[in-house]
């Protein structure tokens, strides 16, 4: 089945650790997108990639790192610099540009104690 | 950044009743989307809609480009419809997402 998948469904971390969260798609898009859910919130876009090897900051960046070696894996860090990194993390994909359909993944809840 | 509004917050209906949810936003962009956050936290896109309206089923949309608002509209609801619906728009660098109307359908 084509689609995306993120691993794993739910992280706990100590404070202070990096994480690195998994995102796999098998649609062929070139462009891939990490966005951050707060409790009773919408989305807010973190980082994305239009194509490999190239990724632009969203809204909020800071104290995430990505990378995007291959056009089917977008893995996110969560840094230690991150202030407050408990949330949902959702990952989706679209065919070329930002903006188009996006299709998203079930999401990692992060907590960090 | 775009300022993306939904309204209502928070909306109740009897199954087989219709709602209107709205979407306002403040500047010009280059498209519009709609979504469904199920209460697992799986977002579905429902339309893809920068401009005009576009049906599918019960659902239809209608986003009016000058006057800066979407519409969705939901007839003869359903208890699966219950969840969050978000409308984002793009701009030219980033996409912005809107808080939500959280709808529960209650039979």
């Known amino acids: 089945d084509g689609g995306i998948t993120q691993s794993p469904k739910y992280l706990f971390r100590k404070e202070g650790q990096n994480v690195t969260l998994s995102c796999e798609q098998n649609?062929?898009?070139?462009?891939m997108y990490w966005y951050r859910q707060d409790p009773g919130q919408g989305l807010r876009l973190i980082y994305y990639s239009q194509i490999v090897n190239d990724f632009q900051k969203g809204d909020i960046a800071e104290g995430y790192s990505v990378s995007r070696e291959k056009k089917e894996s977008f893995p996110l860090t969560v840094t230690s610099a991150q202030k407050n990194p408990t949330a949902f993390y959702l990952c989706?994909?679209?065919?070329?540009?930002?903006?188009?359909?996006?299709?998203f993944g079930p999401g990692t809840r992060l907590t960090v104690l | 950044g775009i300022q993306v509004e939904q309204s209502p917050p928070d909306l109740i209906l009897q199954e087989g009743a219709n709602s209107t949810l709205r979407c306002n936003f403040s500047?010009?962009?280059?498209?519009l989307q709609w979504f469904h956050q199920n209460p697992w936290g799986q977002l579905i896109n429902l339309f893809y809609i920068p401009s005009g309206t576009k049906q599918n089923g019960r659902l239809s949309a209608t986003t009016v480009a000058t006057e800066r608002y979407s519409l969705l509209y939901i007839s003869s609801s359903q208890t699966t419809d219950s969840g969050v619906y978000f409308c984002a728009v793009a701009g030219a660098n980033n996409l912005f997402f809107g808080t939500g109307t959280r709808l529960t359908v209650i039979p």
């Open positions: 989706a994909s679209s065919r070329d540009r930002l903006g188009d359909t996006q299709y």
């Open positions: 649609l062929n898009h070139d462009a």
């Open positions: 500047d010009s962009v280059n498209n």
